[in-house]
T-cell receptor, first 112, second 115 residues
Framework: SQELEQSPQSLIVQEGKNLTINCTSS?????LYWYKQKYGEGLIFLMM?????EEKSHEKITAKLDEKKQQSSLHITASQPSHAGIYLC????????????FGKGTRLSVIA | ETGVTQTPRHLVMGMTNKKSLKCEQH?????MYWYKQSAKKPLELMFV???????ENNSVPSRFSPECPNSSHLFLHLHTLQPEDSALYLC??????????????FGPGTRLTVL
């Protein structure tokens, strides 16, 4: 079965700094979703990447999909306290027609 | 506000109790999901419903019983739970069940504690 490994597991950055979170798949990636979760709450959809080399941005968050490396990265520029939370990646299974598998998440803290 | 609501937000129950979790989506979607989120584990898919029909049961113990009366509502009936069932239970919905095109939108979750 497919597994997604996220790194780092947790991250503490100073406000204003840039950071990158990675999501690596054990199998070929046919697409990749990024979600953000505030502690104890639901997941908020950030963006979805469908093609190798695709890059999407939303405000100060940019995500890229590297098909060959079976990896996606999420980059936050000039981090703010509002960026704090848990970032989860999710991917369709190999067949693509069954629901997502998720990584364990990366916990981001932003300190002033 | 994602268009998916869950009630209650918090629930404490004894091992002999019977309770139900409710999920409602206002997005006009056809598919609904139950997930379990435990500390330090990936999100675990429990059940999938598409057009009110259960399409996936991820080997969930029978003490969890889902019900989907229509495409907008999903319930999870709980009975004789164990302490290890304590977790955040998340509901999600999507237009269809294609992992390639159908983005899932999540509710805020129900924090369940089993004593």
């Amino acid at each position: 079965s497919q597994e997604l490994e996220q790194s780092p597991q947790s991250l503490i950055v100073q406000e204003g700094k840039n950071l990158t979170i990675n999501c690596t798949s054990s199998k070929t990636l046919y697409g990749l979703y990024w979600y953000k979760q505030k502690y104890g709450e639901g997941l908020i959809f950030l963006m979805m990447l469908q093609k190798g080399g695709e890059e999407k941005s939303h405000e100060k968050i940019t995500a890229k999909l590297d098909e060959k490396k079976q990896q996606s990265s999420l980059h936050i520029t000039a981090s703010q306290p509002s960026h704090a939370g848990i970032y989860l990646c999710g991917a369709p299974s190999v067949s693509g027609n069954t629901p997502l598998v998720f990584g364990k998440g990366t916990r981001l803290s932003v300190i002033a | 506000e994602t268009g998916v609501t869950q009630t209650p937000r918090h629930l404490v129950m004894g091992m002999t109790n019977k309770k139900s979790l409710k999920c409602e989506q206002h997005l006009g979607h056809n598919a609904m999901y139950w997930y379990k989120q435990s500390a330090k584990k990936p999100l675990e898919l429990m059940f999938v419903y598409n057009f009110k029909e259960q399409t996936e049961n991820n080997s969930v113990p029978s003490r969890f019983s889902p019900e989907c009366p229509n495409s907008s509502h999903l319930f999870l009936h709980l009975h004789t739970l164990q302490p290890e069932d304590s977790a955040l239970y998340l509901c999600a919905s999507s237009q269809g069940t294609s992992g390639l095109t159908d983005t899932q939108y999540f509710g805020p979750g129900t924090r369940l504690t089993v004593l």
